[in-house]
C-alpha cells in the first residue's frame, strides 16, 4: 500500500533522533523508500533522500515529537497531505497516536493496512488579499504587542455581527479547540459537530467564545491598530500593515488525516487533557 514514507523529528531530543535512525533503517528493510526532513538529516549525518518540509512528497508521514511537530510539519508539507503517524515524544502529544516503544509494531499495522484514517479540517486565511498556510489548529490576530488592545469589527458572511475590543482574537477548528482556544477560554468542540469557535484574548467586554457553522465566511476588519501580527498553527508569522487591516477565514478545501488504530477523541480528551485521574 505504501512504496515512500516521510521522517520527521523534533531536532532538541536525542531520543527522538535515535528513534528517526533506528525507524529509517527498519522501514528501508521493508522495502520503503525513506525521505528525511533536511534539518532531521543533517543531525542524523545522512545525506541521501533528504527533503525540506514543502518538499516532502510522500505516501504517508512520520512525526516524532508532540504536538508542535505536527503543526510544523502540516503547516509546510505539500497539498494535497499525505496521512500522518504522530508518535509521541512532546508534553502531552493530543494529536499523536502512539508512544516510542509502539513504533514499531505502529509501523508494522500500516504496511499491512491495519488502521483508520481521520480526517480533520483546516482553516484557508486571507488578509487583505494575501493567502496564508492553512490552519489545523487555528489563526491568531493580535496587535503584536503584550497588553495592547485590538480594536476590531467581525462580520459573518459579510454581515457586521460584533465589535470587539481584546488582545487578541483567535479562530480554531475542532482539532485546535482542544489546544489554545481551550486554554482562553473556549469550548472543547466534537469532531463530528461541523463548525469552528472565534475565541478572544483578555476580551475588555464581556465576550465570550462564538460557535460559526463551518461553511460560513468569518471577517476581522481591525480599526486599530494599523499593524497586526497574524501567527497560524504557533508556526507561521505574518505582519499585516494597511489603514484597515482585514483578514477572513473559511472552511479550506484540503484537510490533514492522521493514521489511527485503537484510540478516539474521548480517550485522548480523558486521558492527555481534560479529566486525567479520573
Known amino acids: 500500500m505504501f512504496k515512500n514514507v516521510g521522517l520527521v523529528a523534533r531536532f532538541d531530543r536525542k531520543k527522538a533522533i535515535k528513534l528517526a535512525e533506528d525507524l529509517a533503517k527498519y522501514l528501508k528493510a521493508k522495502g ?25 512528497k510522500t505516501d504517508f508521514i512520520i512525526t516524532i515529537g508532540g504536538d ?31 508512544e516510542p516503544k509502539q513504533a514499531f ?11 483508520a484514517i481521520e480526517k480533520c479540517m483546516k482553516l484557508s ?20 504587542e503584550p497588553a495592547k488592545l485590538l480594536y476590531a469589527r467581525i462580520l459573518k458572511d459579510r454581515e457586521p455581527i460584533l465589535d470587539c475590543q481584546a488582545d487578541g482574537l483567535m479562530v480554531a477548528t475542532q ?13 472543547v468542540l466534537d469532531p463530528g459537530v461541523n463548525a469552528f469557535v472565534l475565541t478572544p484574548i483578555c476580551a475588555l467586554s464581556v465576550f465570550r467564545s462564538i460557535v460559526f457553522p463551518a461553511d460560513s465566511s468569518l471577517t476581522v476588519k481591525v480599526t486599530r491598530p494599523r499593524r497586526v501580527l497574524t ?23 484540503h484537510e490533514t488525516s492522521f493514521i489511527r488504530f485503537k484510540e478516539n477523541f474521548y480517550n485522548r480528551l480523558r486521558s492527555r487533557l481534560l479529566f486525567k485521574g479520573m
Do not use: W
Not at 523508500?33 to 541521501?48: F, N, R, S, W
Not at 509494531?105 to 488502521?115: E, P, R, S, Y
Not at 494597511?242 to 477565514?249: E, G, Y
Open 68 to 98: 508542535g511537530t505536527i503543526l510544523r510539519t502540516c503547516v509546510s508539507i505539500p497539498k494535497p497531505e499525505p496521512p500522518i503517524l504522530a508518535i509521541n515524544m512532546g508534553v502531552r502529544g493530543f494529536l499523536t497516536e502512539v
Open 125 to 144: 486565511i486571507t488578509a487583505d488579499g494575501v493567502k496564508f498556510p492553512d490552519a489545523l489548529n487555528e489563526v491568531l490576530i493580535s496587535a503584536g
Open 32 to 56: 520503503l523508500e525513506v525521505y528525511v526532513e533536511d534539518t532531521l538529516a543533517e543531525k542524523m549525518g545522512i545525506k541521501e533522500k533528504s527533503a525540506p518540509l514543502e518538499k516532502m
Open 175 to 187: 482539532t485546535g479547540s482542544t489546544g489554545y482556544s481551550l486554554s482562553a477560554g473556549g469550548p
Open 231 to 253: 501567527v497560524v498553527d504557533g508556526h507561521h508569522r505574518q505582519l499585516v500593515s494597511s489603514k484597515t487591516p482585514s483578514l477572513t477565514v473559511t472552511r479550506s478545501k
Open 105 to 115: 509494531a505502529a509501523v508494522d499495522k500500516c504496511l499491512k493496512g491495519q488502521f
